[in-house]
Structures are given as structure tokens and as C-alpha cells.
């Protein structure tokens, strides 16, 4: 940019004087000199981030204008040929699922396990119980999984009962 390019510059105000303690102390006095020729200066006020500039003229969630086009025929399709129509059908609905079984199961074993130790243990095997006796009224839930879940969540409450008679009798609780 050359110097007859520029904008004309507004008058700037005077640069403070050095004060007479600020000289006695012996600091400098500041030394600030007009900007150079190449510097351009700012408008008259910098736009602040967000401020609307000008540039967009629709909101951001108006609709868009969709202008059709026709692609360019396959070669070796004729144009008169109709293109299949495509049938958009819905997903086949989900069956009940699977695994209730396998859950009761899974307690029944973890109640057999903790019912060997301890007599609090019942509820786990309670929880097996009821899991595998909805497991067995099921139409897809393996009937023998069910079975042993049932049958090995009794043998946990039977030992849970076991365990906290044998603690009963030990304890002035009973006779």
C-alpha cells in the first residue's frame, strides 16, 4: 500500500511528558513514536465476535431450495425401459429373548456356593428359584438349564436352612 493510499489518519492526542520525580529518580523517560507509513490503522471500531457482519441472509435452519436433476442414463439401457420400484419394508419384530435361563443358573450356582459357608445365603438361591420357574414357563428357554437352575437353587436354600438351624441350636435361641 502505498502512502497516497492510505486513509487519512485522525490527530492523536499529545505523548505525556516525563515527570520531574520520575526524572529525579533517573527513570527513562518512555520514548513512543508515530506508527510507520506501512502500518494501516484500525476502523473505526473493531466488531466484536458475534457481531453480525453482513454475510448471511437466511436463518441457519431455513429450508433449502432442492433443485431435481436427472442422472445420465446407464449405457446400455434404453430410456423407455421403467426402473424397478424399490419396496422399503419394516424390520421383522424382535422375539422375546433368550438368557433367563442362563441367569437363574447363574444364581443357583452362586447361592449353592455361598450357602455352603454362610446361612444368609437364601436369598440368592430364592432369586434362582423364581428366575428358573419363569424360565420353565418360557417357550424358547432351554427346559434343562431351567431344571438344574430350579434344582440347584433348592439344594442352596436347603443348605441355607441347614446352616441357620445349626446356628439356632448352638445360639440359646432354640431348646
Given at each position: ?16 511528558e516525563a515527570s520531574a ?75 422375546p429373548h433368550r438368557g ?76
Amino acid at each position: 500500500m502505498t502512502p497516497d493510499e492510505r486513509m487519512p489518519q485522525p490527530p492523536r492526542p499529545p505523548l505525556p511528558e516525563a515527570s520531574a520525580a520520575d526524572a529525579a529518580a533517573g527513570v527513562p523517560s518512555p520514548a513512543v513514536e508515530p506508527p510507520s507509513p506501512d502500518v494501516a490503522l484500525a476502523d473505526e471500531a473493531s466488531p466484536l465476535p458475534g457481531a453480525h457482519r453482513g454475510g448471511f441472509q437466511r436463518l441457519p435452519t431455513a429450508p433449502v431450495s432442492v433443485v431435481s436433476q436427472s442422472a445420465p442414463a446407464e449405457p446400455g439401457t434404453e430410456e423407455d425401459e421403467p426402473l424397478p420400484t424399490a419396496q422399503w419394508l419394516m424390520p421383522p419384530a424382535d422375539g422375546p429373548h433368550r438368557g433367563l435361563g442362563a441367569w437363574a443358573l447363574a444364581f443357583a450356582i452362586a447361592g449353592l456356593a455361598v450357602s455352603l459357608f454362610v446361612g444368609w445365603g437364601f436369598p440368592i438361591g430364592i432369586v434362582a428359584v423364581v428366575s428358573a420357574i419363569l424360565a420353565l414357563r418360557r417357550p424358547l428357554e432351554s427346559r434343562a438349564v431351567a431344571v438344574w437352575a430350579l434344582s440347584i437353587g433348592v439344594v442352596s436354600i436347603l443348605y441355607s436352612a441347614g446352616w441357620l438351624l445349626f446356628a439356632a441350636y448352638r445360639a440359646p435361641f432354640i431348646g
